[in-house]
């Protein structure tokens, strides 16, 4: 894993310790923290300003391909090809739930806004919603007729967005379960989706080499951000 000064784009650490590829990376909400997940099952806590390893959190049994930190910090979500979801404790290391329902691999986390929701998107083509303090399932949303690969909550915690395989995004009202819209344009698997702060705009990333930019209350496509010549 490196880390990178933005203005100067000068390599700052190379954070060395995972055994096989990092699928995942994300910092903490003062980013003080990054995780790491990986193909070698495990995630690790790293200190950004030093670069030293502070945690291995080990207890999936395949690669860790997505990590999230709640808003608050306190507790770090992990989802697998292991079919399971874990909750830690960022503080001490120690896994506080093991979530499982899917019925294949884990692709994405996400915490909502709040941080009493996590969303999970799974190659079953289904997501789940869990209520993050008992662990329970909320709500499974189903409607993509592949793999979903990514997940993500609107600013204000009341959609959910996701990319999936079959080509296709949707919204989907977070209290209700219910799909709003189905975004086409893609013409191959979705693999990242994210809402503007303002949560106006949705953007995504495909195998088509493509990025495209959404009106989250219509659903029309507003932009084809074309360059990149392979998958985004």
Do not use: I
């Not at 995630?43 to 080990?58: F, H, K």
């Not at 697998?80 to 874990?86: E, V």
């Not at 709003?180 to 990242?192: D, N, P, T, Y």
Request: glycine share 12%.
């Amino acid at each position: 894993v490196r880390l990178w000064d933005v203005s100067t784009g000068r390599e700052l650490q190379v954070l060395s310790g995972h055994g096989k590829s990092v699928r995942s990376v994300a910092f903490s909400p003062d980013g003080t923290l990054l995780a790491t997940g990986s193909d070698d099952n495990t995630v690790r806590l790293w200190d950004v300003s030093t670069g030293r390893e502070l945690q291995v959190l080990s207890g999936h049994g395949k690669s860790v391909r997505s990590v999230a930190f709640s808003p608050d910090g306190t507790l770090l979500a992990s989802g697998s090809w292991d079919k399971t979801m874990r909750l830690w404790d960022v503080s001490t290391g120690r896994k506080r739930k093991k979530l499982f329902y899917h019925g294949y691999s884990v692709c994405s986390v996400a915490f909502s806004p709040d941080g009493t929701v996590l969303a999970s998107g799974s190659w079953d083509k289904t997501m789940w919603l869990w209520d993050v303090s008992t662990g329970r399932e909320r709500k499974k949303l189903s409607g993509h007729g592949d793999w979903v690969y990514s997940v993500a909550f609107s600013p204000d915690g009341t959609l959910l967005a996701s990319g999936s395989r079959d080509d296709t995004v949707r919204l989907w009202d977070v209290s209700t379960g219910r799909e709003l819209q189905v975004l086409s344009g893609h013409g191959k698997s979705v693999r990242s989706v994210a809402f503007s702060p303002d949560g106006t705009l949705l953007a995504t990333g495909s195998d088509d080499n493509t990025v495209r930019l959404w009106d989250v209350s219509t659903g029309r496509e507003l932009q084809v951000l074309s360059g990149h010549g392979k998958s985004v």
